[in-house]
T-cell receptor, first 110, second 112 residues
């Protein structure tokens, strides 16, 4: 079974700091997705990375994909409180199902 | 608003009962997914349908069943409910296979 691992599971960071969330997966999938979830809310799509070396940026978030290393990163630049949420990465297995990581709960402290 | 509609939003029921959760995918989406999210189990994939046919099955209990109808809406049936079935159940849909999936707001199920 495909495994998707994220680390850290919990992240507490100060406003203005930078940090990176890591997502490792066990398959050769060439696409990876990042989602955000606020407490008790739905999951919102952030990025779709469709090929090796893909990089996407939106505001203070930047995601990248290295399919050879089976690794994706979500980099947070100059964190602000509004970024506090749980972030999930997900990998699809040839269109059969999406495997989600365990999620990284991010808290940005003023 | 993702365009995926789930009903009911909240449901409280007793152990041993049966409930049905309903999902309307985004207009034009052919694939529907069901996920269960609980505090101790994280986001668990239950089942996927594509254009009316079951496509993939995950950790779905035998007490649970689902189907996708010709109009592409889907229902998740949960029976002989146990306390441990209390969770947030998400439906998600995608245009086709290997596309971004969009989540509904979820159905909160509390079993008492």
């Amino acid at each position: 079974e495909l495994k998707v691992e994220q680390n850290p599971l919990f992240l507490s960071m100060q406003e203005g700091k930078n940090y990176t969330i890591y997502c490792n997966y066990s398959t050769t999938s060439d696409r990876l997705y990042w989602y955000r979830q606020d407490p008790g809310k739905s999951l919102e799509s952030l990025f779709v990375l469709l090929s090796n070396g893909a990089v996407k940026q939106e505001g203070r978030l930047m995601a990248s994909l290295d399919t050879k290393a089976r690794l994706s990163t979500l980099h947070i630049t100059a964190a602000v409180h509004d970024l506090s949420a749980t972030y999930f990465c997900a990998v699809d297995e040839a269109g059969n199902q999406f495997y989600f990581g365990t999620g990284t709960s991010l808290t940005v402290i003023p | 608003d993702s365009g995926v509609t789930q009903t009911p939003k909240h449901l409280i029921t007793a152990t041993g009962q049966r409930v049905t959760l309903r999902c309307s995918p985004r207009s034009g989406d052919l694939s529907v997914y069901w996920y269960q999210q609980s505090l101790d189990q994280g986001l668990q994939f239950l089942i996927q349908y594509y254009n009316g046919e079951e496509r993939a099955k995950g950790n779905i209990l035998e007490r649970f069943s689902a189907q996708q109808f010709p109009d592409l809406h889907s229902e998740l049936n949960l029976s002989s409910l146990e306390l441990g079935d209390s969770a947030l159940y998400f439906c998600a849909s995608s245009r086709d296979l290997r596309n971004t999936i969009y989540f509904g707001e979820g159905s909160w199920l509390t079993v008492v």
